[in-house]
Each structure stands twice: as structure tokens, then as C-alpha cells.
């Protein structure tokens, strides 16, 4: 394939279409949540915190705090996650159209997303450290003197930058590098049993078949990874344990938790995690499936191009 056929399968109406669906959808389905992914942050960074379930959680925080802290930092969130998404299906779908569509396995799946794992991990890193400060602002944190200037993700990447500088804008890089597995094992998994599921039935699945197949997916990436997700949340927002460097690495913290707290550590908030990530990622699925047929449907008078 020459340069110029490989730029049209990249830049196409196509992959556009894949990426804003995406994108559309992983908003929706975050925004429907939001709720379950604040007690997944205050469960894993508020070390004091018993780990209760996640609709005591839910009560314990509206009674003490108030509804609107359910919601707090939603707005930068959504943000980053719209533009995190974006990257990443554009990224996806394009570098599938580079290879055989008579060769989609799940090895080649996997190896797709793998790839835009590491690009989108290298290109909105700095969007998910503010975005995580913010929604924890004001909760006893060793960087809250460090949040009080800012409220927007605009500003918060500067102050950042000014006064921490740049690299704190990629903390957490490496166990979000890690992390890339988590996406590339939950596409790998959503598009082989998607495959088999037409295949075996012949006809184009339901939308409840979508969500089922994009909860099975993420349950079995977030269950591999979790430990690596709440070392990245600590790195990006901050640890506070009192005899631990400021700057401990992935390691470092991997093995203090591990010393401290023993195994169960490395798990804690997972309940809310795969509550929610289960549900987000079920809903952007279906959201994502729907939007992006309904637009190559009415738009291109065509089926959607895999």
C-alpha cells in the first residue's frame, strides 16, 4: 500500500465518523455514572476511608456533603474523556483500515489498540492529572495548595505547568503506559465476541446485545488491571502517606501498598471501579454502535464500514 492510500485510509469520512460516535458515546455514558466514578476516586485516594459498598458510599456522601458532591469536577472530566475518546477510535478504526479487513482476528485487534492505547495515553495524559485534581479539590490533598487558582482544565494546565512544571503534567505516564492493556484487552474482547455473535447468528445484534457484550469486555480488562489504575490515580493526584517519598515511582508505591495494606490494598474501590466502568463502558458501546450506524445509515445511504 503507497503512502498516499495509506493517508486516505487514515483520513477518511469513515474513521471521522468511528471517532465522534465514540466520543459521543463515552460522554453520554460517563455523565449517566458520573456518581459510581466519585466514590471509585474517594475510595481509592482518602487512605481513612472504610470501603463500604457503593450505595452506602453514595448515601454517606450526599448526607455529609451534600448532592452536588456526587458531581464535582464532572465538567472536566466529560472533556477529557470526550477528547480521549476521539483520539483513541479515530487511532483505532483508522489503523484497521491499514490492514486486511478479510484479517480481523483477535491478535490484530489487539495489536491496534495497544497502538492507540500508547498514542492517546501520550496525548491527553495532561488532561486526566488536572481533571483528577479537580474533582478532588478541596479534599484534604499534598497538592492542594497547588489547586486552589484554578477551576477549568484550560487553567489548570497552565498553573501546572507554571508552577509544578511540565512533567508533573505526565504523572502517572507510566502506569497509564501499563494501563494500555486495559482498552486493548476490552476492544480485543468487545470485537471477537461481536464477530462470532453475527457470525453465529447471521443477523446484525441488538442494542442490548451491544451492552452485554461491552460489559463483558470491560469486566475482564478492569479485573486484570485494577492495581495499575489506583497507583495511576494516586501518581496523578497525589499520595499522602507520611513515609513515602512525594516522588515515589510506580514501584515504590506498588510495594508500599502491597507491605502495608497486603493484597486487598491494591484492590480497594474496585466494587464502585467495575460498577462503573462496566455500565460506562456497556452504555458508550451501545451509544457509540447506534450513533455511528444511524449516521452512515442516513448520511451515506450505506452499512457501516468495519
Not at 469513515?14 to 474517594?42: C, K, Q
Request: proline share 4%.
Amino acid at each position: 500500500m503507497g503512502g498516499n492510500d495509506a493517508g486516505r485510509s487514515i483520513f477518511t469520512y469513515d474513521t471521522l465518523v468511528h471517532a465522534l460516535s465514540g466520543a459521543a458515546g463515552s460522554v453520554i455514558a460517563m455523565a449517566t455514572f458520573f456518581p459510581l466514578d466519585t466514590v471509585r476516586s474517594r475510595l481509592q485516594l482518602e487512605e481513612n476511608r472504610e470501603a463500604k459498598n457503593t450505595l452506602a458510599m453514595i448515601r454517606e456522601l450526599t448526607s455529609k456533603e451534600g448532592p452536588h458532591t456526587l458531581y464535582r469536577g464532572m465538567v472536566p472530566v466529560l472533556q477529557s474523556l470526550c477528547a480521549s475518546n476521539f483520539v483513541y477510535f479515530y487511532t483505532f478504526h483508522g489503523l484497521k483500515m491499514l490492514r486486511s479487513r478479510r484479517n480481523q482476528t483477535a491478535r490484530n485487534d489487539l495489536l491496534v489498540a495497544s497502538i492507540a492505547g500508547v498514542i492517546n495515553v501520550l496525548t491527553t495524559t495532561p488532561l486526566w492529572v488536572v481533571n483528577t485534581r479537580l474533582k478532588m479539590k478541596g479534599i484534604n490533598s499534598v497538592n492542594e495548595k497547588n489547586n486552589n487558582d484554578y477551576n477549568t482544565l484550560y487553567d489548570g494546565l497552565l498553573h501546572i505547568w507554571k508552577f509544578e512544571g511540565l512533567e508533573k503534567l505526565w504523572a502517572g505516564t507510566l502506569p497509564s503506559l501499563l494501563l494500555v492493556a486495559n482498552p486493548a484487552i476490552q476492544f480485543m474482547t468487545y470485537e471477537s465476541i461481536k464477530r462470532r455473535v453475527s457470525a453465529s447468528s447471521g443477523i446484525q445484534p441488538s442494542a442490548w446485545v451491544f451492552f452485554a457484550i461491552g460489559a463483558i469486555a470491560k469486566t475482564v480488562a478492569t479485573t486484570l488491571t485494577y492495581p495499575l489504575q489506583l497507583i495511576q490515580t494516586k501518581l496523578r493526584h497525589g499520595h499522602k502517606y507520611p513515609d513515602l517519598s512525594p516522588n515515589a515511582g510506580t514501584i515504590q508505591i506498588f510495594f508500599y501498598i502491597l507491605k502495608k495494606q497486603g493484597l486487598l490494598g491494591l484492590y480497594k474501590g474496585m466494587e464502585a471501579k467495575l460498577l462503573q466502568t462496566v455500565l460506562t463502558a456497556a452504555l458508550m458501546f451501545l451509544t457509540y454502535e447506534k450513533i455511528s450506524r444511524f449516521v452512515f445509515r442516513i448520511l451515506l445511504h450505506r452499512p457501516i464500514v468495519r
